[in-house]
């Protein structure tokens, strides 16, 4: 076997020399994935990374390489590094060690693959976590997502088999809502599901569950979805996903922890300040899954100032020493900050230009480097459209939603991706709605000329594609009700048929019935600095 396919890297921790069995390799993004390179990053300027060791994309090459990574040999001096700095081990009944298994491409791929997180949680390692947290509610939460993520992922089990056990329970609640008696009901039904779905019992040996999620996860490369992406994207299929197996932390500890993803400056305008997306008492996946509404930065300052100041200091150095607006995933733990992700984020042209301008002004990029990254751009880049009403009177919205993506997007009201498909076919623009902001309808949302969803943060995997694709994208709208079977959806109290038309304004985050009128809105001032600049470059 190739030596590439043997890299270990290590992030946070050294292996003991009596137990490291793998060589400590000279880490590069195109062999440990950019998402661990930017963790590694991270962590040697010094912001709390919590420790990891990642197999390196050759692991991902072919169907061998694949089986052999997931082989205890592969990974046990991995392990026995992360139990030697953090002083717990993957099983122990006293001082379990939990961890999240994650992908990790040399290009990002937003939500293409798959993440488990609570890797290590059985019936035997339940009262030593009890013990170590004093929070049965974190257990549970933490357990019950862990039987269902993995049935899902690794078992293949479908998801609403858990979703149904969870409404039986929850009679129409959110699960965020529940204590931790219905936590510890929920997760003996989702044990029970995976019983009777997979034909076979959860994995007791935290090995075991170790071992499913690395091939999962290698696996979810070949995915439907993942090879959509990189096809319509032009990525190489042969780079790989590495495997990022890292120390958990809990963002579902209680009110002083919670999950969160922000970028450095607005991703669809590029102005300067932080904009985040946080929910108290949750896990990263309750953020980017695009299932549940996220509250903005105002929240979590007000609640834990440290802990904001924190995270403003953290993207500042982020900034500083990668030369970029920053798209990053954060939890916080009893208060403490934990970086888990950072990457360049994806934006808009307008934010494009907005931000390399401001970052060659203040001092952050050269000349050279700023011109470099806005010499596609053409005002017509910069140029978006407006809702105006008639005479200038102002239109009365449907409904609002949190906006995700500027712009304006009309067409007709397409529940699924086939509607989309066949009216795109007929020459006829659409609308996607949804329930969630979810990457499996990233197919619907390139065909279509927006996304507006019942539920979902603007920092979802999906909301992040949509800027990159320059589609609108309106989330979080509460007066959004869609009724599937019956093709159709209630909107601010008024029923819709599929086919009937909407505008959705991304700018001021309203939806308005049938085609509403536009005006170009041209930003003068952003166009003459981003002439002045492509002027330099070729005078």
């Known amino acids: 076997m190739a030596a590439d396919l043997h890299d270990t890297y290590f992030i946070g921790c050294l292996p003991r020399t009596a137990t490291a069995r793998l060589p400590v390799f000279q880490p590069a993004p195109d062999t440990m994935g950019f998402k661990a390179w930017n963790l590694l990053k991270m962590a040697d300027m010094g912001l709390p990374v919590p420790p990891a060791f990642v197999l390196g994309t050759g692991w991902c090459h072919d169907a061998a390489s694949r089986a052999a990574a997931a082989q205890p ?266 970086m888990l992700q950072t990457r360049s984020g994806k934006r808009t042209p307008r934010a494009t230009a907005r931000i390399a301008l401001d970052l060659l002004d203040e001092g952050l990029l050269s000349r050279a480097e700023a011109q470099a990254r806005v010499r596609h751009l053409k005002p017509a880049h910069l140029t978006s459209r407006r809702v105006v009403g008639e005479d200038g009177a102002p239109l009365a919205p449907l409904a609002e939603a949190v906006p995700a993506c500027d712009g304006v997007a009309s067409g007709e009201i397409a529940l699924d991706e086939a509607r989309v498909q066949a009216r795109q076919a007929q020459g006829v623009s659409t609308v996607l709605l949804r329930v969630d902001a979810e990457t499996s309808d990233i197919a619907a949302l390139e065909r279509a000329e927006g996304l507006l969803t019942q539920r979902g943060a603007r920092t979802s995997h999906a909301a992040v594609v949509a800027r990159q694709l320059g589609k609108v994208c309106l989330v979080g709208c509460d007066a959004l009700r869609i009724d599937l079977a019956a093709r159709r959806v209630e909107l601010g109290g008024q029923t819709f048929q599929e086919g009937e038309t909407l505008t959705l304004d991304g700018h001021a985050g309203r939806i308005y019935r049938g085609v509403a009128r536009t005006e170009a809105d041209v930003p003068a001032d952003l166009c003459a600095r981003l002439a002045a600049l492509q002027g330099d470059a070729t005078g």
């Open 73 to 338: 040999a592969t990974w046990q001096a991995g392990l026995a590094a992360l139990e030697s700095r953090t002083g717990l081990r993957l099983g122990h009944g006293g001082r379990p060690l939990l961890l999240s298994v994650r992908s990790g491409a040399p290009v990002s791929m937003p939500g293409m693959m798959e993440t488990l997180l609570n890797i290590g949680l059985c019936d035997a390692t339940v009262p030593g976590l009890l013990r170590q947290t004093g929070h049965p509610r974190l257990v549970w939460d933490a357990y019950r997502r862990l039987v269902a993520t993995y049935g899902e992922v690794v078992a293949g089990i479908d998801a609403r088999h858990f979703e149904d056990a969870t409404q039986a329970l929850a009679g129409g609640r959110n699960e965020r809502e529940l204590d931790f008696a219905e936590l510890r009901d929920l997760t003996h039904r989702h044990l029970m599901v995976y019983q009777q779905q997979a034909g076979h019992a959860f994995p007791q040996d935290p090995r075991v569950q170790l071992s499913g999620a690395i091939t999962a996860v290698l696996a979810s490369w070949q995915s439907e979805r993942a090879q959509a992406y990189r096809a319509s994207h032009g990525i190489a299929d042969d780079i790989g996903t590495a495997v990022t197996v890292q120390t958990m932390v809990f963002g579902n500890a209680g009110g002083r922890s919670g999950a969160g993803v922000g970028f450095t400056r607005n991703p669809a305008t590029g102005e300067p300040g932080l904009w985040v997306d946080f929910l108290f008492n949750a896990q990263g996946e309750d953020v980017v899954s695009g299932r549940h509404s996220a509250h903005g930065h105002t929240l979590l300052a007000s609640v834990l100032p440290l802990t904001w100041h924190a995270l403003q200091d953290a993207a500042r150095h982020l900034e500083r020493e990668l030369g970029d607006m920053q798209d990053f995933e954060f939890t916080v733990q009893d208060g403490t900050l934990w």
